[in-house]
């Protein structure tokens, strides 16, 4: 059975290989940098604090967390270890990994202050 290209009902010019590899793949930008850090997330009235397990100057990982729905957004607060200043920005939840335990959801920063990217990437480099 040759398999079609669902966007364009033609059939699929990739190998089955090439579009399992592009699924399971890391299309995360960015360098990270494994990190504990506590960060105050807000959605609405809703206050929670999650443990970060990474950080790039893309987004965060939340680690044990009970995901939002994917495109949820979400205000941000955090400081950087051994960095003054508090960094807060929007994020939005982009990833939800389908574990048995189904915790834990990855979040890209939008609109990130020029300033406060510059504070993340020199901590990334620090810390790599």
């Known amino acids: 059975m040759v398999k079609k290209d669902r966007r364009q009902d033609r059939p699929d010019s990739r190998g089955s290989d090439e579009v399992v590899d592009r699924r399971k793949a890391d299309r ?3 360098t990270r940098v494994s990190i504990s850090l506590w960060v105050e997330e807000k959605k609405g009235e809703d206050l929670y604090f999650q443990q970060a397990g990474n950080l790039s100057t893309g987004g965060v990982f939340f680690e044990r967390t009970i995901p939002h729905p994917i495109g ?3 205000k941000l607060k955090f400081e950087l270890p051994g960095k003054e200043g508090v960094i807060e920005t929007t994020g939005e939840v982009v990833s939800a990994p389908g574990s048995s335990n ?4 990855g979040v890209r920063f939008v609109n990130l202050d020029p300033v406060e990217q510059r504070l993340i990437e020199e901590f990334v480099k620090e810390n790599l």
């Open 72 to 74: 949820t957004q979400v």
């Open 28 to 30: 995360r930008g960015g």
């Open 102 to 105: 189904g915790f834990g959801a």
